[in-house]
T-cell receptor, first 118, second 114 residues
């Protein structure tokens, strides 16, 4: 299957700083990328959907000014957590898909990034 | 809005035991259904999916799931589990259409003992 990578895998930062997480599709071009957040022992919650070259669509309750998403190319999307606070500590997972949702267009998931804000 | 519920949060089985993990969804329209697995320290992987046709779908590693439309269920089964099946299992539903997106259940942690 296709491979999605995330960098870094773990990051620890001080409160008030900004953190950038990269998501890359290594062997395919991803028209659409998704960012999820996973709390301990809870489900993956979709934060936003981004299509290459256009603005991300954020889910209700997700602050777009806090979680900046850029999808500048077909293989790279970035999530920047601005002015991070301890409550932003979580596991962030990206996912990539070729084209529109359909029977052959599976979503592939990255390994996740563990963010800890002190 | 669609939602998914997984009834079992933590399941412990001995090797060779049979497995059934429950998944129910709520959505009034047509859906695609998925089961994902997350092995310790690894990323989510697709186990199997249902789009249409035969409601009994077979996936990788001997897993299968049955879509019962009248019960809004998509339970995951395996006749005989192995220690290597120890992982977190997520059921997910996706509505069809241009704005479709995956909605995940809370996950079931399966622990298989020797």
């Amino acid at each position: 299957g296709a491979v999605v990578s995330q960098h870094p895998s773990r990051v620890i930062c001080k409160s008030g700083t900004s953190v950038k997480i990269e998501c890359r599709s290594l062997d395919f071009q991803a028209t659409t990328m998704f960012w999820y957040r996973q709390f301990p022992k809870q489900s993956l919650m979709l934060m936003a959907t981004s299509n290459e070259g256009s603005k991300a669509t954020y889910e209700q309750g997700v602050e777009k000014d806090k979680f900046l998403i850029n999808h500048a190319s077909l293989t790279l999307s970035t999530l920047t957590v601005t002015s991070a606070h301890p409550e932003d500590s979580s596991f962030y997972i990206c996912s990539a898909r070729v084209g529109a949702a359909g029977i052959y267009n599976e979503q592939f998931f990255g390994p996740g990034t563990r963010l800890t804000v002190l | 809005a669609q939602s998914v519920s997984q009834h079992n949060h933590h399941v412990i089985l001995s090797e060779a035991a049979s497995l059934e993990l429950g998944c129910n969804y709520s959505y009034g329209g047509t859906v695609n259904l998925f089961w994902y697995v997350q092995y310790p320290g690894q990323h989510l992987q697709l186990l199997l999916k249902y789009f249409s046709g035969d409601p009994l779908v077979k996936g990788i590693k001997g897993f299968e799931a049955e879509f019962i439309k009248s019960k809004f269920s998509f339970n995951l089964r395996k006749p005989s589990v192995q220690w290597s099946d120890t992982a977190e299992y997520f059921c997910a539903v996706r509505s069809t259409g241009t704005a479709s997106k995956l909605t995940f259940g809370t996950g079931t942690r399966l622990q298989v003992t020797l």
